[in-house]
């Protein structure tokens, strides 16, 4: 039996070379190999292709080697949260490619499969499908894209054994799975290597066979950074709650529901343990429980997609974003409750982008606008500007077609219902007649 070399973070960062392809395990701040990416920002490496979730993460991700102007291409699904890289991307400085997060994990599953290229419903008719080739498959247009594979994959996991067997942690698995098989050379930052043996075979996630080069570092919470402890972001008042709470009324007993960033996540607020509703988020759970109540982080407690700690209930499971995507876009996932920032009567739906404005990066709102089974939007009514963001026609760009079941604003509810834009009901503090003067599109009424 193979033994696996064990490095150090400096030596592993020596093995990229000018032009090397690199994928970079992690989403948000967890599961990242922070130490190896730190040395690599440290060298003198040049020309890089950098992929990964969030491609621009200052401290953790890509962000430094971009801003050492080690970076020739950038490719993942956010961009956000370096404005550095969305102005190198923006002025040209540097290329890049913005796919949404479904369509990234896949497409490193199949170039670690060994597979050329796959057919995705995510992102047809879009920007983000501009150029591509597409096809009508199953009555629905579909598009084509490419396996992606790197000349060096630096991942994170929790425990190796001497041959490179790895077991990941929580929410950890997340990208690093996929990308230990889809590397020329594979390093992995672990928190902790055991002898051969000492991890049970069914705790095994990526066998050794994948992986090169093992380098053991400890996280600590500096590493962290926001997920380190629970800080919660929530805005709350009693417009969004109300809406929080119109959207729950909109849940089955024993739904599996994936909750976005924003006024979404204040509907977990309401469900209770008898409801047996089910959450998801896109990193990796099912089974997602309320924020710790010792405001722990992320060294003691998974995090969702929000980069917020949380707890896992009773039946929880772990997977990585490849399997998390492969729910949404195969209809395991009942209801999607997402923010916009428009939604027209044709029931389609613009969140991702701005044009003028930073690249928010896309996510995973494409995948879940077209595979979940039931599309709820929140948004306010109008903007800050006081034009109304239900409009006839989307002038943003679009995220989806013909997505959109339910719409609550701090207004109203809308439903489309045989197609039509419907007002179904009025919301506390609002009246029919203040519906009316702030609603572009045209709408028929169906009010009890």
Avoid at 252 to 260: A, F, H, I, M
Wanted: proline residues 4%; charged residues 20%.
């Amino acid at each position: 039996m193979k033994t696996v070399q064990v490095i150090s973070a400096e030596k592993a960062a020596s093995l990229v070379k000018d032009g090397d392809v690199i994928l970079g395990g992690g989403f948000g701040m967890t599961g990242n190999p922070v130490n190896i990416i730190h040395e690599l920002a440290k060298t003198k490496t040049k020309d890089l292709t950098f992929i990964a979730n969030n491609v621009g993460e200052p401290n953790i991700g890509g962000g430094r080697l971009l801003n050492n102007g080690q970076l020739k291409k950038m490719i993942g699904s956010f961009f956000t949260s370096n404005k550095e890289a969305v102005l190198a991307a923006q002025e040209g400085r540097v290329e890049y490619e913005l796919l949404p997060q479904g369509t990234l994990a896949e497409a490193i599953r199949a170039g670690g499969a060994g597979i050329g290229g796959f057919y995705t419903p995510t992102s047809a008719g879009t920007l983000i499908a501009a150029g591509r080739e597409t096809k009508q498959l199953n009555g629905k247009e579909q598009v084509f894209i490419e396996g992606i594979r790197g000349n060096v994959a630096i991942i994170r996991a929790w425990k190796a054994d001497t041959t490179g067997n790895l077991q990941y942690r929580m929410t950890e698995q997340n990208f690093n799975r996929a990308m230990a098989t889809a590397a020329d050379i594979v390093i992995v930052e672990v928190q902790e290597i055991v002898p051969v043996g000492e991890i049970n075979p069914n705790e095994i996630h990526t066998p050794g066979c994948f992986v090169d080069y093992l380098v053991e570092r400890k996280l600590t919470e500096e590493d962290l950074g926001t997920s380190a402890s629970v800080g919660s972001s929530k805005v709350i008042d009693e417009k969004r709650m109300n809406m929080a709470k119109r959207a729950f009324a909109e849940l089955s007993k024993g739904d599996v529901v994936n909750l976005g960033i924003g006024i979404p996540t204040l509907v977990a607020d309401f469900i209770k343990p008898e409801d047996g509703i089910i959450l998801h988020t896109e990193n990796g759970m099912l089974g997602v429980g309320p924020e710790p109540e010792d405001g722990g982080g992320a060294m003691n407690y998974p995090v969702n997609a929000g980069k917020v700690p949380v707890t896992a209930l009773p039946g929880s499971s772990y997977f990585d974003s490849a399997d998390s995507f492969a729910m949404i876009r195969g209809g395991h996932i009942d209801v999607a409750i997402m923010g916009g920032l428009e939604v027209d009567a044709k029931g389609n739906l613009a969140n991702w982008a701005v044009p003028g404005k930073p690249l928010l990066g896309v996510g995973g709102a494409m995948d879940l606008a077209s595979g979940a089974k039931k599309l709820i939007i929140n948004l306010m009514h109008t903007d800050r500007n006081g034009a109304s963001k239900v409009v006839e026609n989307c002038t943003l760009p679009i995220t989806d077609y013909s997505c959109v079941d339910v719409l609550i604003t701090e207004l109203a509810v809308f439903k489309f219902i045989k197609g039509q834009l419907t007002l179904v009901e009025i919301l506390p503090g609002s009246t029919l007649e203040e519906v009316r003067e702030k609603t572009e599109a045209k709408f028929i009424e169906q009010l009890s």
